[in-house]
């Protein structure tokens, strides 16, 4: 008996070219993935950083006279200003007051603004 003239099965170029559009196919994934793990991680620095500046705005607004501060690992600052028209009588006023938290390098992230009245 004398075999077939082609048998069944893939030819080399065929299993190659799978093979390369496997491989491409596998490395737009795993690059998706990283860059995912990256936005995960600044995200939750930013909602580490909010929670901070919330913090520290509550404080300020509650009259906590400290001005900047470390907490969580993040530097947070706090800015008063005066705020519209002074007042006639000078016994109280409006008062924006800033708190703006940074990442250890110094690269602001949240920033919360408000106004209050002076006592």
């Known amino acids: 008996m004398t075999p077939p003239a082609r048998e069944r099965g893939f030819t080399l170029?065929?299993?190659?070219v799978a093979l390369?559009?496997?491989a491409v196919i596998g490395g737009?994934?795993?690059?998706?993935?990283?860059?995912?793990?990256?936005?995960?991680?600044q995200l939750r620095t930013r909602e580490i950083a909010l929670m901070v500046?919330?913090?520290?705005?509550?404080?300020?607004v509650a009259g906590d006279p400290v001005s900047a501060g470390q907490d969580a690992g993040m530097d947070w600052q706090v800015v008063r200003a005066p705020a519209?028209?002074?007042d006639p009588l000078g016994?109280?006023?409006l008062e924006t007051v800033r708190v703006t938290v940074a990442?250890?390098?110094g690269r602001p992230?949240?920033?919360?603004?408000?106004?209050?009245i002076r006592a």
């Open 28 to 41: 737009t994934l795993a690059q998706g993935v990283a860059q995912s793990a990256v936005a995960r991680r």
């Open 109 to 116: 992230l949240v920033s919360l603004n408000t106004v209050r």
């Open 13 to 16: 170029a065929e299993v190659l």
């Open 103 to 105: 990442a250890p390098g």
């Open 20 to 22: 390369a559009i496997v």
């Open 84 to 86: 519209g028209a002074p």
């Open 53 to 60: 500046a919330q913090s520290a705005l509550d404080r300020a």
């Open 91 to 93: 016994t109280t006023g």
